[in-house]
Structures are given as C-alpha cells and as structure tokens.
C-alpha cells in the first residue's frame, strides 16, 4: 500500500510540473502576442508621423515659397493678378492643398486660388490669420481641422506670417490641407482588421483618422489621458488605450513631433490582439489533457509491472541486466544531446565561437567557417584576436573578465579582407572558465545607413543634392569665400515652359526632362562645383574660385548643351530651353546667401522677360 501511495504522488507531481509548465508556455506565448502587436503599433506610429512631417514641410516651404516672392515685390504693391498667377503656380505643383490665399495686414485679399470662394474678403476672424498678427517670430501654424463656410467642405488651415527684411508685418500666407491626404498616409500603412490608425494636433484636436467615422471626429480627444498627462511626460511610447483614450481595452502607441505640432497615435482591441492566442490557448488545453491521461496510464502500467517484477523476479542477474539498461539508456541520452547542441551550433545564422580565458578558440560553428574562411579544425590552433584584431581594446578587458559585449568591431577573414561585426560574449554558468561569442557581419547594415544618408540629401527624382543639402554646402562655401576674400558664383536655372510639357506630354515626361537637365549640368561644371535642384524646375549652381565672367561663358556653353539635348518620350522627341540668373557674391555687400540668390533669381526673371533661352549676369554694384 505505501508504495502504491508513493507512485500516485509522484505521478502528481509530474502532472503538476507538466501542467505548470505549458502554462507557462502559454503565457509566453501571450506577452509574444502582445510585444509583436506594440512593436507594430509604435513603428506605424513612427512612419505616419515621418510621413506627416515630410508633408507638413512640403506645404511650409510653400508658404515660404510665397511669402519670399511677396517681400521681394515690397509687399503688395505689384499687380495681384501676377500674384495670384503665382499662387496657382505653387498650388499646381504642390499636391494635397485645396487652396492658397495671401492677406493682407488688415486682413484683406489680396490674392487667392481659384478654389477659394469669392465671397470671403477679409480673414481677421480665422484664427489662422489672428495667431499672426502680434507674434514676431514665424513658425508655421497648423490649426484643426474646420468646414468652409460656402462649400461645406473640411479643410486643415495652415498659415505662415509674411514679412520684409525689416521684420515688418506685411500679411499672412495661409493653405487648406485636404484631409483626404493625410487620410491616405494612415491608408498606406495597410494594418491587419482591427488596429486604427489617428493623426492628431498636440492640442487634442483630431485632423485624420484610418476610418472615417462620425465618432472619430466628433469625440472631445483632448480631455483623455493621452493629452492631459502621457504626451508632456514622452514625446513617444506606448500605453494601454482602455486607460488613456477611453477606448476598448488594448494597446497603443503614439509618438510626437519635435518640428510641427502633430501626434501619432497607432491602438488596437485586445480581442483583436489575443485572437490568435486564444486560438491556440484550445491546442494547449488538449495538450495538457492528453499528457495527464497519457501519464496516469503509463503511471498504472509501470506500477503493475513493477509489482509483479519484483515479485517475479529478484535475482542478481535480473538486476545486473536493468542496470547495463540504464546505462545504455544514459549514454544514449547523453549523445542525442550533443547531437543538439552540434545541431543548433550549425543551424545557427551568425558565427558561433567557443573560446577559453586564454583567447584560444575550442568551438567554431559552420555560419563561422563560412563568415571567416577557416575551417573548425584550423580555428581551432588559432586565438580570438586572430579573427576580431580589436576586440580587447574595444571592450576595454580580457574575454576572462564576464560578460561582455563590444557592440562594433573589426572582422578580418582568411584573406585579410575585413568587415563590421557585432558580438555579443557570454561566460559559461560553470567554472570550467569557457565564453560564447556570438558574432553578427552588419555590413549589410552599414551599406544601408549610407543610403540612408544619401536618400536624405540627393533628389530622389535627378540625382541631383536637395535644396536644403545644396542650401548647407551652399553656406559653407560663402563663408569660405567671405573669409579668404576668393572668388564665388552663384547661378540660378529655370526650364522654359516647363508647364506646357507637363500639360501637353504628361508628368512622365516632364520628369525625363528634369533628369536630362541635370545630367547636362553634371557633365558641364566641374566636380567641385555644387549642383542642388531648388523645387519644381529650378536648379542652383555653385561656382567657387570662379569670377562672373568665367561662370557667364560657363552658362552660355550649358545653353548650347541643353539645346543639343533631346528627350525621347515613346514616338516623340522632345527638346527644350532654359533660362539663367547669375551673380557674383561681394563680402562687402552681400550679408548672407538669400542675398546672393535673391539677386540671381532676379537676373532670372530678367532673363525670362528678355525672352528665355539665354543668360543674365548681374553684378553686385548694377543691384
């Protein structure tokens, strides 16, 4: 009976032990669910706001744009037919805006698109125009989101202060943003059923949401959590959604941005989350049924064969046969686990290396074989700092000292060609005094940072740098020239009728001609001059060591080269022209490099009025 007893409570235990453990494994499996779906939530929160950025600061260089040309004609003093060409200018090239207006300081129109009613004269009731009139400084103002009075029409008012080089208050320029464009940006992300996508302003005020909801915009969002505590402690992070937006219980994430006043915010159900959890939750239910069924038979089974062994049976040879099982049994058991061990040193992706206090390397796994060119045999005479040259003056101690991780490294293969790695080093919980290394080749990475920075500084569309790349260096080279008092050119290039080649051949085609205008400017200045495209069109020229006559012949041999250039665009060839604006920079004159361009996009539009196809150089004392 005792020993009975004592086979019922071990067959408990092991139950119990079973059971334990796949509840573990399903709660692991639960925090797996809910970590991938916050890690998703706070990337798609992160790409809508770069995303929304990069828009918000097309429509604020617009309004620059605007704000420029309106000083430089000494406010409103030209004609406003010539200014609202302007604005139909920019709002054709610039797309997502319903509108674009310019008011004066009493808040009179001055001009405005064609898709503004003209029933609206004057804006001193729009905050928009309101937020301008006592603040000197000029940050682009983004408003919530509001309805046109005439066409019922929602809109996203954005609004920069227009003023001279004085710092005079000359009126303010304002844009609607069509909610559908940013509707678009939580659209592209293209998450699973169930997660919602919201752009808010950092006041609370909702400008988009992934489902256009009646809910979504008539909710109060400012008076949850979110606003009142969570956004002012971190500009980004993750929280429960039940908690700080009233939603249904959940996760989220939300991240805000450090230039405009706009926030992310990525939720999603906990239904939603731990569906397919809950789904398998069924598999780990039968699991856990059919092993304690399985183990109370094989309980019952192993206790009646034991009883009648031993009753049966109880002479040494008998005994001494059990015996020679066992340990058949463990030398078995004890290959199988070495065959895993070798099986997940050789299935691993990154090098695996097993090395002594010494530095001498006693494992070497197959990813290392092929990441370094040694084989396991040869590595195995060989020390760490044969494979890592670095790796004890990066991590600053012996590979005896603990744990350690050096986070990049050198990597030198058996060719002597090497690489960037990250190892991370682990010591062994035993005092046998081994350390696993583990290696990872991030060239891949570092290839993919260098593109990165060249995708933040070039053109996407011509290769070409952008304008604020082109601005940066720009200034470096002014600031050369101010101080060893060298010679410097500044060019400004137009593409004549640019227009009537998107109209007529389609934007395609437009494009070709940009990128053969900027390949003629390659092949025709030097490498140290700097070529940047400006916006639309327009391309800005660098000439540094280099005096306004010499860039004035340079100008009329790319005018000679560009119409030599010939577009092809299916069955048709096209060709065209461009203009030019040059100037040289005076130390004595010229403050900054808005000087020196503000007048060579005067000898451009000269340049334009004269006809097209040509060049203007202007020197500093004709201005």
Known sequence: MKSAWRWIAVVLVVIV???????????????????????????????????????????????????????????????????????????????????????????????????????????????????????????LYVGPRLVGVATGVPFIPV??????????????????????????????????????????????????????????????????????????????????????????????????SARFPIVAVATVDERTVLAPWRHSGAEYVAIAVSSNLALWLIAVFAFSQTRRRREAMRALADANARLEERVATRTEELCVSEARARLFMNTATDAVIVFDDAGLIVEFNEAAERMFGYGAAEAGTMTLDALLPN??????????????????????????????????????????????????????????????????????????????????????????????????????????????????????????VLRAFAQVLERGVRAADVIGRLGGEEFGIVLPETDLPAACELGKRLLDSIRECRVQDGLVCLSFTVSIGATCFDPDRDDDLMTVYRRADRALYEAKQRGRDRIVCQRPEDA
């Open 391 to 512: 790796y004890r003056a990066l991590a600053g101690r012996g590979p005896a000292d603990g744990d350690a991780a050096a986070p990049e490294l050198t990597g030198r293969t058996k060719d002597g060609h090497e690489f960037f790695v990250e190892i991370t080093v682990g010591r062994t919980a035993d005092a046998v005094g081994l350390h696993v290394g583990i290696v990872r080749d991030i060239s891949g990475r570092r290839a993919i940072e260098r593109e990165l920075h060249r995708l933040a500084t070039r053109d996407a569309l011509t290769g070409t740098l952008n304008r604020g790349a082109w601005t940066s260096r720009a200034k470096q080279l002014t600031t050369i020239a101010r101080r060893y008092r060298r010679p410097l050119t500044l060019m400004v290039l137009d593409a004549d009728r640019f227009k009537a080649i998107n109209d007529t051949y389609g934007h395609p085609a437009g494009d070709a």
């Open 159 to 256: 609004s920069r202060r227009v003023e001279d080089e004085d710092k005079r208050f000359l009126g303010v320029a304002a844009a609607g943003i069509d909610p559908v464009s940013l509707t678009h940006l939580l659209v592209d992300q293209r998450l699973p059923a169930g997660y919602t996508l919201r752009l808010f302003l950092q006041s609370g005020d909702l400008l988009a949401c992934l489902s256009e909801s009646v809910d979504c915009y008539e909710r109060d969002w400012s008076k949850t959590a979110l606003f009142r505590s969570l956004l002012a402690a971190a500009p980004e992070g993750n929280f429960r959604s039940g908690e700080f937006l009233g939603d249904e219980p959940g996760a989220g994430a939300f991240a805000s």
């Open 17 to 139: 032990l079973i059971d334990v453990q796949l509840y573990n494994l399903a709660a692991e499996a639960r925090r797996e669910v809910i970590a991938q779906a916050e890690s998703l939530l706070r990337r798609s929160s992160n790409t809508v706001l770069v995303r929304a950025e990069q828009l918000i600061d097309i429509y604020d260089r617009t309004l620059s744009g605007v704000g420029e040309a309106v000083a430089l004609r000494d406010g409103f003093r030209g004609e406003e037919a010539e200014l609202a060409r302007l604005l139909t200018r920019r709002h054709q090239i610039t797309a997502g805006l319903q509108w674009i207006l310019v008011a004066r300081e009493n808040g009179d129109r001055a001009a405005s698109t064609h898709d503004l009613p003209p029933s609206r004269r004057n804006f001193t009731d729009r905050w928009y125009f309101r937020v301008h009139l006592d603040s000197r400084e000029n940050p």
